[in-house]
């Protein structure tokens, strides 16, 4: 792994001018510009910060990093000009940009535009990402919520009705030193994800996570006696509202280095279990809008992936368990090879891999998380 060089501590922000070079020598001390928008040349070529907005002062580093760092490829290098904070270690070399971003000791990776393929080195951390989880206040979305968070990301909690238990997560989150603000809107109405996109892009400056994970339950019954209410009800959360999210946040998404949509789904969009037909026929679509999207996606560096829990302890897993004839959830932990049922911090855990560096490389993948239960149905 490539050294991370660090900044020379100043008592004002500093301007820093990344180049790097197919071959290059161990990492080089800096050298110093004096007046803005200096050049210094070194072996195989000159760095220039162009950004005529910058006047502090300049310090224009060759960073010597080779030209494959962490399995990031950055098959074109340009200079980039990045606002640093003082005492601050800058963890990337940022590819293809002139724009100037701030970077704070809280958040060290510069978020740049880039060379699409090559996203932004990150460690595992999401410092600087941006995450929308529909759904995000309770149960499995609450744990994806505060998930993301731990490991960085600024987290937009959207809720349709239950404001308390968003507040709670949202609270959770600042409580562990992260950013979160929660949104209200129904996912099923177009005009309200639309508002709510703008506004989180306007709180946070961007969105490149979005979880698609609010859903409802049908009412049951079969297909001959399925109203069109409760078909249109569950169509337009599910399926309609997956659409719409990954609508909306596209553009933004778009502009930066990588972009993830993940769909948490269910086992019921194979199972095909009798009087489950809209909810089977809206996850269904779902996955299906996951998989067109990352082949629509990828030119424009964004992965889209399916998350499939199994019985999960969360109110509707509950529920389940009760309509079982179980009292506790728990007693059902024997039916599943690895012996407990889903939690939420399960399906976090797996959303917060795929949209880490190890996850740069996955998309159009269904994967489920039931302890084994899935093998139990081959």
Known sequence: MGRTPRLPTTTSPVTVAWQARRTCPPPAAATTGEEPNAERSSGAGATRCS???????????????PWQTVGQRYPRRSAACITVSPGSTVSSIPAGSTRTVAVTPHHPTAQVEGDRDAGVQRGMGLEGRV?????????????????????????????????????????EIEAKGGRAKAYQASV?????????????????GHVDILINNAGISNRGGLVATTTLEDLE????????????ASQAVLPSMREQPRGDIIMISSQSALSTDPHTAPYSMAKAAQEVLALTLAKEEAANGIRANIVVPGLANTDLGRRIAKGM????????????????VCEPEDVAATVRFLVSDGGGLITGQRIVVDGGGITRSR
């Not at 005529?52 to 960073?63: D, N, Y």
């Not at 169509?235 to 719409?244: Q, V």
């Open 131 to 171: 995450a929308l989880v529909t759904g995000g206040g309770r149960g499995i979305g609450r744990g994806i919520s505060i998930g993301l968070a731990e490991d960085g990301a600024a987290v937009a909690v959207n809720y349709r009705k239950d404001d308390e238990s968003a507040a709670s997560a949202v609270a």
């Open 233 to 244: 009800r569950v169509m337009d959360t599910i399926a309609l509202g997956s659409h719409h």
């Open 51 to 65: 950004d005529p907005a910058s006047t502090s002062k300049k310090h224009v580093v060759h960073t010597a990093w």
């Open 325 to 340: 004839g179980v009292d506790d959830i728990h007693e059902l932990n024997p039916r599943f090879p690895l012996g407990r």
């Open 188 to 204: 099923a109405s177009l005009d309200e994800v639309q508002a709510m996109v703008e506004q989180v892009v306007a709180d946070f």
